[in-house]
């Protein structure tokens, strides 16, 4: 099942030498642990890029996108497991 979500959220990363490790999410007034980031690709907003990433939390993939102009993370979407 896949939730619409559409809201702001906190993102703990670590990055380095041209990568970048998501930690863990702070959404609900919940933080929620990363295990990895599955899957990443760029959209354009006008001439700009957004970048997104689809993230494994336990059994469920969360789509998180970061707009680098105006500097904000939100959750897209989840997919839940089962």
Same mark, same amino acid.
């Given at each position: 099942?896949?939730?619409?979500?559409?809201?702001?959220?906190?993102? =703990?990363?670590?990055?380095?030498?041209?990568?970048?490790?998501? /930690? $863990?999410?702070?959404? #609900?007034?919940?933080? @929620?642990?990363?295990?990895?980031?599955?899957?990443?690709?760029?959209? =354009?907003?006008?001439?700009?890029?957004?970048?997104?990433?689809? /993230? $494994?939390?336990?059994? #469920?993939?969360?789509? @998180?996108?970061?707009?680098?102009?105006?500097?904000?993370?939100?959750?897209?979407?989840?997919?839940?497991?089962?």
């Amino acid at each position: 099942m896949i939730t619409e979500v559409n809201e702001y959220i906190k993102v =703990k990363l670590i990055m380095g030498k041209g990568t970048v490790k998501i /930690v $863990s999410l702070f959404w #609900n007034n919940r933080i @929620i642990p990363v295990e990895s980031i599955t899957y990443r690709w760029i959209t =354009k907003e006008g001439v700009y890029p957004v970048f997104h990433f689809a /993230v $494994s939390c336990g059994p #469920n993939i969360m789509e @998180i996108h970061f707009n680098p102009v105006k500097l904000q993370w939100k959750l897209d979407r989840i997919h839940l497991d089962g």
